[in-house]
Nanobody
Framework: QVQLVESGGGLVQAGDSLRLSCAAS????????VGWFRQAPGKEREFVAA????????WYADSVKGRFTISRDNAKTTVYLQMNSLKPEDTAVYYC????????????????????WGQGTQVTVSS
């Protein structure tokens, strides 16, 4: 069964750190790019970060650049999102997604480029 499972979310205070994990099973994970997206209540799902299948290239949304780091361990079929200096505006459900496309920012930042999604993990940052 093809699956993406996120974990690592929780309730933290502003300035704290969290590391999210996205574990894949049931398919050739190493051939796919992986993106992290987030969705706050009442808002559209937005792009956070993405990493190429080889791990050699990454993209970040401006809102998280310098604070979040995406990485992957293909041997463990897991992608990580290290989130530092968290802010209340980072509060959202975080989703990971996998897709076969890679290229310019507009390609990796759009949800249409991903065809496999996890169920999401809640991140809540209190002020």
């Amino acid at each position: 069964q093809v699956q993406l499972v996120e974990s690592g979310g929780g309730l933290v205070q502003a300035g704290d750190s969290l590391r999210l994990s996205c574990a894949a099973s049931g398919w050739s994970f190493s051939s796919y790019a992986v993106g992290w997206f987030r969705q706050a209540p009442g808002k559209e799902r937005e792009f956070v970060a993405a990493i190429k299948w080889s791990g050699s290239s990454t993209w970040y949304a401006d809102s998280v650049k310098g604070r979040f780091t995406i990485s992957r361990d293909n041997a463990k079929t897991t992608v990580y999102l290290q989130m530092n200096s968290l802010k209340p505006e980072d509060t959202a459900v975080y989703y990971c997604a996998a897709g076969s496309q890679w290229g310019a920012y507009r390609v990796v930042a759009g949800t249409a480029g991903y065809d496999r999604w996890g169920q999401g993990t809640q991140v809540t940052v209190s002020s």
